[in-house]
């Protein structure tokens, strides 16, 4: 599934950025220095057009990329899976839909174990029972249900 995806931190990002609804941009701390580690392989945003109910915000997003994304680019990507979490404030996987990225990947369980550790951990530092990584077609399925 594509959609359009705003980005709050980008790849390599040292700062947490969290984009507010009237366009100002916030520095948050990380809650975690796993998170420093994950954010060299992947960009962080939010899909636009949807409302996840759990925190009445945009659903959240994972965006794998080899271009370079700055903080409110707005970008397509193709959706390969989803971190379930038990809040209800799943997180996303998706590829950059660029003609330079990494658009070999069509589900999440093809990336390195590691790397979808580290992104669970960046998500929840205390590993929680049912929390877990759903492949792409249940993560199209989820997202589907959020948008509008």
Known sequence: MRCNV?????????????VESQGSV??????????????????????????????????????????????GDVVTVVVVGVRLRNDGDHKFLAVHASPRSVRTINDAFELPPALLGMLGRWVDPVERTGECWLPATEATRLLKSLLF
């Open 26 to 71: 916030v520095i948050l701390p990380f809650p975690d220095a796993s998170v420093v580690q994950a954010l060299e392989f992947v960009a962080y945003g939010f899909v636009n057009n949807s409302l996840n109910p759990a925190d009445m915000l945009p659903a959240d997003v994972f965006v794998l990329s080899n271009d370079i994304l700055c903080v």
């Open 6 to 18: 705003t980005i709050e931190i980008p790849k390599g990002g040292g700062l947490r950025r969290q």
